[in-house]
């Protein structure tokens, strides 16, 4: 199985807009490291025989889907209704030409309510032939079960991210947790045993009450014991040079268009 992070920024991306002369703000990251200039997050999962599943459309998802050489999507979960994570919905008109037929979109039935109130046309019934909009078909899932999808067991889990909940992900031995501030013992349960974990860590000096700061990630890090876990949803305090040169081993900083081999 290979993960590809299209996107490891938080909402609004690094560099933010604005900055003394326009060129973007970036806090206390290095503009200079190409590896800091973040996308908003979202993953493709690819299966062994090359279905690929996309977390979430960012708003960067047609640059990140070029950047990364990703094919062909066939199928799409939604983790939560925020805007960042949903807001690229219009370009997956152009996902569903490339396999030509509609794409199911797995999210719980809260997500899906508030998809079909923003994109109420994107749920209509496709009239063939041809895609002018994007055609998508919900499929409500619930935390806790596991679902098929793309050819893979997709485990989903419950994490808390203030004022809401999103969907954790497992597959085999890969964990993703993007926006999150809270775990419970539910959703350790899920989540032991894996080796390789993509987990949202806003911020090196926190607390936040929406996202996990570094202190929080580590702990996490230390119950679960993954062999290598990779920070994404970072924010404008997550220099990527000094968060290798400080980050206990084990640990590391993602960026956008990292891949990752996952084996059991």
């Not at 032939?129 to 067991?153: D, K």
């Not at 996202?211 to 993954?226: E, G, M, N, Y």
Request: glycine residues 10%; proline residues 5%.
């Amino acid at each position: 199985m290979k993960v590809t992070l299209l996107g490891v920024g938080a909402s609004a991306g690094v560099p933010m807009i604005g900055g003394r002369d326009g060129s973007g703000d970036w806090g206390e990251c290095d503009p200079h490291e190409p590896r800091n200039r973040r996308s908003r997050s979202s993953i493709v999962i690819e299966s062994d025989d090359n279905q690929h599943l996309l977390v979430d459309t960012s708003p960067d998802m047609r640059s990140q889907l070029l950047a990364c050489r990703i094919p062909s999507i066939e199928a799409i979960l939604f983790t939560h209704s925020h805007a960042d994570h949903i807001t690229g919905m219009d370009d997956v008109r152009i996902l569903n030409r490339i396999v030509d037929r509609p794409l199911t979109a797995y999210a719980t039935r809260q997500t899906l309510e508030e998809l079909g109130r923003r994109f109420g046309y994107a749920f209509k019934p496709w009239s063939p032939p041809g895609f002018y909009r994007p055609v998508l078909v919900g499929e409500a899932v619930e935390p806790y079960q596991t679902v098929s999808i793309a050819g893979m067991a997709v485990s989903l889990f419950n994490q808390n991210h203030g004022r809401i909940d999103t969907l954790g992900v497992r597959i085999g031995s890969f964990g993703y947790s993007t926006d999150v501030v809270k775990l419970d013992d539910a959703a350790f349960a899920v989540l032991e045993g894996v080796n390789t974990w993509v987990v949202g860590c806003f911020l090196r000096k926190g607390p936040h009450w929406t996202h996990a700061d570094l202190d929080t990630v580590q702990t996490w890090v230390a119950r679960l014991k993954p062999r290598r876990t990779i920070l994404t949803h970072m924010g404008t305090d997550m220099d990527w040079a000094w968060l290798q040169a400080n980050l206990p081993a084990g640990i590391e900083a993602g960026y956008d268009g990292m891949e990752l081999i996952v084996t059991e």
